[in-house]
């Protein structure tokens, strides 16, 4: 099983729950749990690919300060290799004050900090022949990795042979399909949140979303779509996944855990449906802890997961 390559935002999250209400202007509410995890969409995949048992490298960008080296330090300890990782001076770590409501459901308060500075001219293409996916995360967050910049990046990494997958955000400055239009007909994977798909598709109907994408020449379509659970089509053959049953505490990172599940799947070998079966369980499982990759441990404890809910992976 050769390696995944995730290439993105690398974020610091403080994820704050239960927020009931917000404060008043000049007010103060308390909550029961503060906690500083490390988050961003490449950081969330990788650390839980590396849980599931994949060898995995981040490519990125941080700032020379706490949270930076808290986010570093984070991702060694998960034993993810950050040699490709850059440490820019003068500007501060991407930050995301993540506010968790009782059910699960979460807001974002979102820096963009060392991530804005990230482009295509810090990326070791020959680094990356050692890897058999290049994952993209993040998109719409990254200034410098957008519309021809991005269509470059997916072309380098499909002349070296690499399976390409992109990930998507949401998009603040509401450009959304004319950012990554020129880049899609070079994806092998296409993930992306309910919410996110009915902004670049224009459409209203999840199955209607992926057969823009299709047709934009995406070769296979992830949906993302939260509690309901997740979709995912090649055009040839599709599959609704409904959510499994679990007590969900923080949903933070279930749709970067998804990625992580069957991004793991397709290095174990796993045909298109099996990969998408085990990335739902995975983002299943996510839900259960606080943090956006700590409801997930090993590999045994998910397959445990999955047939307590009937789920053979």
Not at 161 to 168: H, P, Q, R, V, W
Not at 297 to 310: C, Y
């Amino acid at each position: 099983m050769k390696g995944l390559a995730c290439l993105g935002i690398l974020v610091g999250d403080f994820v704050t729950r239960p927020v009931v209400r917000m404060p008043e202007r000049g007010k103060l509410v308390l909550v029961d749990t503060c906690e500083l995890h490390i988050g961003g969409c490449a950081s969330n995949t990788a650390v839980v690919a590396k849980k599931l048992g994949a060898e995995v490298s981040v490519i990125g960008k941080l700032g020379d300060d706490a949270l930076g080296e808290f986010v570093m330090s984070a991702l060694k300890k998960s034993g993810i290799d950050v040699s490709m990782v850059r440490v820019e001076k003068g500007i501060t770590t991407s930050g995301t004050a993540v506010l968790v409501f009782p059910d699960g459901e979460r807001s974002f308060l979102h820096s963009i900090g060392a991530n804005s500075k990230f482009s295509v001219n810090d990326i070791d293409f020959d680094i990356l022949r050692n890897f058999s996916i290049v994952h993209v995360a993040g998109i719409f967050l990254m200034p410098g990795l957008e519309g021809e910049n991005l269509k470059t990046l997916a072309m380098k990494a499909k002349k070296i042979g690499k399976i390409l997958s992109f990930d998507t955000a949401w998009d603040s400055t509401n450009r959304w399909l004319a950012v990554i239009k020129d880049a899609l007909p070079y994806v092998d994977y296409f993930f992306t949140s309910l919410e996110e798909a009915r902004m670049l598709s224009g459409k209203n109907d999840y199955r209607d979303m992926a057969k823009v994408f299709l047709q934009l020449g995406v070769k296979n379509v992830c949906l993302k779509m939260g509690p309901e659970g997740s979709y995912v089509t090649d055009g040839r053959q599709s599959q609704f996944f409904p959510a499994l049953k679990v007590d969900a505490v923080d949903s933070t990172g279930a749709g970067d855990a998804y990625v992580a599940g069957f991004l793991t799947g397709i290095l174990k070998g796993y045909d298109f449906l099996k990969a998408a079966l085990l990335a739902n369980t995975v983002g299943a499982m996510s839900v259960t802890a606080i943090g956006a990759t700590s409801g997930i441990s090993d590999w045994d404890s998910l397959v445990s997961f999955a047939r307590k809910h009937n789920v053979e992976i």
